[in-house]
């Protein structure tokens, strides 16, 4: 299943950010569900069963004929109408379009997706959108779109159909700040923080305190270097253990790799980028990182929610 999850995955997202422009149309006259683009091709799919943690059944007379992007609430949902501005949680299964065989599904993994109905999903993926919005949560939405044409050697993608359940809908949480020194020491001293300790080699291993993470970011020096100050636009070089704030499960650490890494500030998550910078090398340091400055519509392989960084700063590059 992984193997086919790592080829069906990297589809599944050019699924959701393609672009294309939106036709709605009710094919039967009744009340079908909200559709957009081709939806004609949808005429025979029937889903049936299923839950949150499990698959639904998916029939349909094959092949189906994919001619355009398309979109269709398929079966509604019994939850509060998805709104603009709202970002879904939600499972899919991807079937191949021509003989209906199962490629994969994301309900084995664990962790639901995450799609902002947004600005961005309007301008990429405008049938997707207009679908989503006044959809209930609940909803089993069908979706398609030809594949792309293979590269010169590649083998090319099978047409594929995207069912997917949306499990909750709600707005995004608000933009962190940047807990000032004085909450953070404030933290501490309530013993709200994350702790470290550390083996013989100088690995850490963390301890998550049993209260719910701050909303913003918490940044906290626990041993000051007397290097260079870091900006923003430096490639630094460090060495870093993470973990997820709601399990204390390690999902990433440069010492398990046994070597530092190296990395623009510019060019990694919110958290690290405004974490870091202003710090100095030779720095040890401590983050606590919100969601929206972490991975706020985290993929498969992902880390979702609060995460916790221990990171010592080893040098900096400049920028030219």
Do not use: H
Request: charged share 25%; proline share 8%.
């Amino acid at each position: 299943m992984r193997k086919v999850l790592a080829f069906l995955l990297p589809l599944l997202l050019l699924l959701l950010t393609g672009c294309g422009g939106p036709t709605t149309d009710n094919l039967t006259g009744e009340e079908s569900g909200n559709s957009a683009g081709a939806a004609e091709v949808f005429d025979t799919v029937e889903v049936s069963g299923g839950s949150d943690e499990e698959p639904p059944t998916v029939e349909f007379e094959s092949p189906l004929e994919i001619t355009g992007v398309a979109a269709k609430t398929v079966m509604e949902g019994e939850g509060d109408a998805i709104e603009s501005g709202q970002r879904i949680r939600y499972q899919l299964v991807a079937l191949n379009a021509t003989d209906g065989e199962v490629l994969g599904d994301t309900y084995a993994q664990g962790e639901p997706q995450v799609l902002p109905v947004d600005d961005t999903l309007k301008e990429q993926d405008a049938e997707l959108y207009d679908v989503l919005v006044g959809t209930k949560v609940g909803a089993q939405i069908a979706y398609t779109r030809p594949s792309p044409e293979p590269a010169e050697g590649q083998t090319a993608l099978p047409e594929q159909l995207i069912v997917l359940k949306v499990l909750s809908a709600e707005q995004p949480p608000p933009e962190p700040e940047v807990l000032s020194p004085e909450d953070v020491q404030k933290l501490d001293d309530e013993g709200q923080l994350p702790t470290f300790e550390f083996d013989d080699a100088g690995v850490p291993a963390v301890t998550i305190p049993e209260n719910g993470p701050s909303d913003d970011l918490v940044v906290k020096v626990l041993e000051e270097g007397d290097g260079e100050v870091l900006t923003d636009a430096d490639t630094i070089t460090a060495n870093y253990s993470g973990w997820t704030y709601s399990d204390g499960e390690k999902f990433d650490s440069s010492f398990d790799r046994g070597e530092a890494a190296e990395f623009p500030l510019n060019g990694v998550i919110t958290g690290w980028t405004k974490g870091l910078a202003g710090q100095k090398v030779g720095s040890k340091v401590m983050l606590v990182i919100p969601e929206p400055w972490a991975y706020p519509n985290a993929q498969q392989g992902q880390p979702s929610g609060t995460l916790v960084f221990y990171v010592e700063i080893v040098s900096k590059a400049a920028a030219e």
